[in-house]
């Protein structure tokens, strides 16, 4: 019973979003192209996380899959806070969002072998983000016409307008999720370094340091463009 209020509350907030986005797209506060951009991006993120879920469950923890992690139902995956309440507040005040979605569970004790492990699991979603990157990078390669390509994105015809997306934006979930920084995926290679008596202690205080991440995209926005630009330009390599 619970979970299926949880899914009803979860499923009017999206109806809510919905209809706000129609609105602000009718009243011209954010282009029909933005909103397209979002639903990918929040699309990108959901075989991320279950990316994690999967290679933990290769490896013998199996606490995503008895959490029914392990399905691409997106309401299992929305995160209040992240996925809602977050990226709301910053498209009103900052002009765009930053976000996530809730976290896969992953019991690293459970893992074969933890320290080892732990670094598959935490860049199978990044790696999984980038597959998708250059199939859909070459695909829009192939399949879109030139006298398109030549169109900015926003202009093209909506199939190649969402196929460049799902390019674009399996870029960005992959770079973002790769900074090294907790909880981001990439300070998995950092925390492999730690000795082994620090390694429990950490674990416990990584999510910790997720308002540092919140923090420094609000502050200084433009270290990411730094760190999108040069993935972006190569992947772009695959559209000509």
Do not use: C
């Amino acid at each position: 019973m619970v979970s299926r209020r949880q899914d009803l509350i979860l499923g009017l907030l999206l109806v809510v979003v919905a209809a706000a986005a129609v609105i602000a797209v009718r009243e011209h506060k954010i282009s029909s192209y933005e909103v397209i951009f979002y639903v990918v991006l929040f699309a990108s993120v959901i075989p991320h996380e279950i990316a994690h879920g999967v290679v933990a469950l290769m490896f013998g923890d199996d606490t995503a899959k008895r959490a029914g992690r392990l399905t691409a139902n997106p309401l299992v995956h929305i995160d209040p806070l992240g996925t809602v309440i977050v990226p709301a507040v910053m498209l009103a005040t900052a002009g765009f969002a930053f976000g996530w979605a809730k976290p896969v569970p992953v019991d690293v004790s459970r893992l074969r072998n933890p320290r080892n492990h732990a670094v598959l699991v935490s860049l199978a979603g990044p790696a999984l983000n980038i597959s998708v990157a250059v199939i859909a990078g070459i695909a829009y390669g192939a399949l879109v016409p030139f006298s398109v390509k030549i169109l900015e994105p926003p202009f093209q015809p909506l199939p190649d307008q969402v196929l460049f997306l799902i390019g674009f934006v399996n870029v960005i979930v992959a770079v973002f999720n790769l900074i090294p920084i907790p909880p981001l995926d990439g300070s998995a290679v950092i925390e492999r370094i730690l000795p082994n008596s620090w390694w429990p202690k950490y674990l416990q205080f990584r999510m910790a340091f997720l308002p540092v991440v919140i923090i420094l995209v609000l502050l200084k926005p433009g270290f990411l463009a730094d760190i999108y630009d040069p993935a972006l330009r190569l992947w772009s390599h695959l559209l000509s």
